[in-house]
Nanobody, 115 residues
Framework: EVQLVESGGNLVQPGGSLRLSCAAS????????MNWVRQAPGKGLEWVSS????????DYSDFVKGRFTISRDNAKNTLNLQLNSLTTEDTAMYYC????????RGQGTQVIVSS
């Protein structure tokens, strides 16, 4: 069974940092490009970042570029997202997924940025 399980979300103050992780199982993780997407309260799903199967190429949406860093560890079947300089606008449920539209995403991990 294909599974993506996100973790690491928390309540954090503006300007703070978090590291999200996604544990993948049930498929050959190293063969797939992966994505992070998010959904803020009352809004639609939006793409955040992508990484190629080898991890050699990454891409970011304009609103996180320079603040977030995507990475992966193919030996551990894990996808990561480092979130820095967080703002209240980053409050959302964060999901790892197979594509930018959120296909196959897990249950998500909640990030709340608030003072």
């Amino acid at each position: 069974e294909v599974q993506l399980v996100e973790s690491g979300g928390n309540l954090v103050q503006p300007g703070g940092s978090l590291r999200l992780s996604c544990a993948a199982s049930g498929f050959r993780f190293s063969m797939f490009g992966m994505n992070w997407v998010r959904q803020a309260p009352g809004k639609g799903l939006e793409w955040v970042s992508s990484i190629t199967p080898s991890g050699g190429t990454t891409d970011y949406s304009d609103f996180v570029k320079g603040r977030f860093t995507i990475s992966r560890d193919n030996a551990k079947n894990t996808l990561n997202l480092q979130l820095n300089s967080l703002t209240t606008e980053d409050t959302a449920m964060y999901y790892c997924a197979f594509d930018r539209s959120g296909v196959g995403r897990g249950q998500g991990t909640q990030v709340i940025v608030s003072s």
